[in-house]
């Protein structure tokens, strides 16, 4: 019985959307511990933990939220990146994953949204 199946979910797609966002929650809230981070970090943190909660449940109202985090994540990402981008290249170079893998998970989201209506 794979993964995806235990979860009730018929795309693995979906699964991977639900736990990128889960993990993007997870380490916001940890860098907001750990490191002395602005608040705009908690609220992506919020954000993604309510949207893998919808992804989850299937609620029609996470296509808003993913919305929200891609405008988010883009704001934030750009502005990391050009302020940051020759100081620490391990950084960078995961934020700019962060950047990219926000825009594909958001266009895969929007494309299967009829899913989220069940």
């Given at each position: 019985?794979?993964?995806?199946?235990?979860?009730?979910?018929?795309?693995?797609?979906?699964?991977?959307?639900?736990?990128?966002?889960?993990?993007?929650?997870?380490?916001?809230?940890?860098?907001?511990?750990?490191?002395?981070?602005p608040p705009s970090i908690g609220i992506i943190g919020?954000?993604?933990?309510?949207?893998?909660?919808?992804?989850?449940?299937?609620?029609?109202?996470?296509?808003?939220?993913?919305?929200?985090?891609?405008?988010?994540?883009?704001?934030f990402a750009t502005y990391i990146l050009y302020y940051?981008?020759?100081?620490?290249?391990?950084?960078?170079?995961?934020?700019?994953?962060y950047l990219i893998l926000t825009w594909v998970f958001?266009?895969?989201?929007?494309?299967?949204?009829?899913?989220?209506?069940?």
């Amino acid at each position: 019985m794979s993964f995806a199946s235990k979860l009730k979910m018929e795309s693995v797609g979906m699964v991977l959307t639900l736990i990128f966002y889960l993990i993007v929650g997870i380490i916001s809230f940890a860098m907001l511990v750990i490191t002395d981070s602005p608040p705009s970090i908690g609220i992506i943190g919020i954000f993604s933990l309510v949207t893998a909660y919808g992804l989850f449940r299937k609620r029609n109202w996470t296509i808003w939220f993913v919305i929200i985090l891609f405008l988010t994540a883009t704001t934030f990402a750009t502005y990391i990146l050009y302020y940051y981008f020759w100081q620490n290249l391990l950084f960078t170079t995961g934020v700019l994953a962060y950047l990219i893998l926000t825009w594909v998970f958001t266009a895969y989201t929007a494309s299967k949204r009829k899913t989220l209506e069940t």
